[in-house]
């Protein structure tokens, strides 16, 4: 099979954060960069970490908290 012919991911742009209506906040999903404040990515491969693109920012994940980020 192609790498064509894999299925889409979904959009990812909204997902960094969701709006609770009921208590009228908004909650962040991903963590921001301590340097810079701005949102960092998540990778698996090679190792677990978070990373800052644009200051460069990366903090690598511990067992227990991958095993946190993936509930
Ligand atoms: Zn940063």
Do not use: N
């Not at 990812?12 to 404040?37: M, N, S, W």
């Amino acid at each position: 099979m192609s790498k064509l012919a894999k299925e889409k991911k979904p959009v990812r742009a909204h997902t960094f954060y969701y709006v609770d209506y009921e208590k009228k906040q908004i909650v962040l999903l991903k963590k921001k960069c301590p340097r810079c404040g701005r949102f960092m990515a998540d990778h698996k491969v090679p190792v677990p970490r978070r990373s800052c693109g644009y200051c460069g920012y990366t903090e690598f994940l511990s067992k227990s908290e991958v095993a946190k980020a993936e509930k």
